[in-house]
Nanobody
């Protein structure tokens, strides 16, 4: 079992920046991918960015503005968000998947952190 704790959300003006952090604990030796999803009011949860095995993938809507990075020594994943837009407003959730003792991939979620982009 992996536990995830996010931090770094808040209120920012359009064009501003925020950095989200997500620290993992528990069965961290079995972590495969780590990433970020977001859910805006009335919308489905969507993938923002994910990293696994040194590879990264981004939603088209955030390419060139957001950067995901991972510090394996600290068991932490970051999301640097620049040039923020009002449509980036959402609850951002940290995600990690890990292998259980049977080799089955299990997904874990953080509690979510609110990001609001508004003037």
């Amino acid at each position: 079992q992996v536990q995830l704790v996010e931090s770094g959300g808040g209120l920012v003006q359009p064009g501003g920046s925020l950095r989200l952090s997500c620290a993992a604990s528990g069965s961290i030796f079995s972590i495969n991918a780590m990433g970020w999803y977001r859910q805006a009011p009335g919308k489905q949860r969507e993938l923002v960015a994910i990293t696994s095995g040194g590879r990264t993938s981004y939603a088209d809507s955030v390419k060139g503005r957001f950067t995901i990075s991972r510090d394996n020594a600290k068991n932490t994943v970051y999301l640097q968000m620049n040039s923020l837009k009002p449509e980036d407003t959402a609850v951002y959730y940290c995600y990690a998947d890990s292998f259980d003792p049977r080799g089955v991939l299990i997904g874990s979620w953080g509690q979510g952190t609110q990001v609001t982009v508004s003037s």
